[in-house]
């Protein structure tokens, strides 16, 4: 069994920052494509950034310049820094695996509220 969980959502101020972790536990030989989603109230679930194994990255328009995703593949780990948020990154923001001969799995989501 593969487990998603992250952490480090929370409530921020317009400007300010967070970093979010997602860590990867159970029968896990190795992990693909890891990657953050989100989706705000009344929106579809939207790419936030993903990483391949070999640290290629991918960010969506609205975050380049300001989001940094980043893995650690000895712990099974991949990280969302958050810098200059504004209002309407708040969302539900939930870590995605791909792990190999495993399937595809999700993490529970972690709320982030930016205020204005």
């Known amino acids: 069994q593969v487990r998603l969980v992250e952490s480090g959502g929370g409530l921020v101020q317009a400007g300010g920052s967070l970093r979010l972790s997602c860590k990867a536990s159970?029968?896990?030989?190795?992990?693909?494509?890891m990657a953050w989603y989100r989706q705000a109230p009344g929106k579809q679930r939207e790419l936030v950034a993903d990483i391949s194994n070999s640290g290629a990255t991918n960010y969506a328009d609205s975050v380049k310049g300001r989001f940094t995703i980043s893995r650690d593949n000895a712990k099974n780990t991949v990280y969302l820094r958050m810098n200059s948020l504004k209002p309407e990154d708040t969302a539900v923001y939930s870590c995605y695996a791909a792990i190999l001969w495993r399937g595809d799995y999700w993490g529970q989501g972690t709320q982030v509220t930016v205020s204005s």
């Open positions: 159970g029968s896990i030989f190795t992990i693909n494509t």
